[in-house]
Nanobody
Framework: VQLVESGGGLVQPGGSLRLSCLASGFTFNTYVMMWYRQVPGKERELVAAIGSAGTMINYEDSVKGRFTISRDNAKNTVYLQMNRLKPEDTGVYFC?????????????WGQGTQVTVSS
């Protein structure tokens, strides 16, 4: 399993970024895809999740209405569109996957991409 994130960078408050995660090594359309973020000094938090068919979507409360998770099963890619970014959105964003099953097994993590929101 390989997850490769891209799209991070430095953006001003109020700006936008789109993160991408290209997946390989597993049957993408049978796995839940998630975005976590890590802020120094805090625990990793789940930002958004999307089910294997794209019909189940959940967001952490602080990003609702600003972030949109989506997936393209034909391209083995999951996206996180981040709008109206705030300084508190700064952190390392990780793409994570687990099988969409009642017996999901282990999670797999990407290497992360840095997002910095600052003026």
């Amino acid at each position: 399993v390989q997850l490769v994130e891209s799209g991070g960078g430095l953006v001003q408050p109020g700006g936008s970024l789109r993160l991408s995660c290209l997946a390989s090594g597993f049957t993408f359309n049978t796995y839940v895809m998630m975005w976590y973020r890590q802020v120094p000094g805090k625990e990793r938090e789940l930002v958004a999740a999307i089910g294997s068919a794209g019909t189940m979507i959940n967001y952490e409360d602080s990003v609702k209405g600003r972030f949109t998770i989506s997936r393209d099963n034909a391209k083995n890619t999951v996206y996180l569109q981040m709008n109206r970014l705030k300084p508190e959105d700064t952190g390392v964003y990780f793409c994570v996957t687990v099988k969409d099953s009642t017996n999901p097994g282990r999670e797999y993590w990407g290497q992360g991409t840095q997002v910095t929101v600052s003026s």
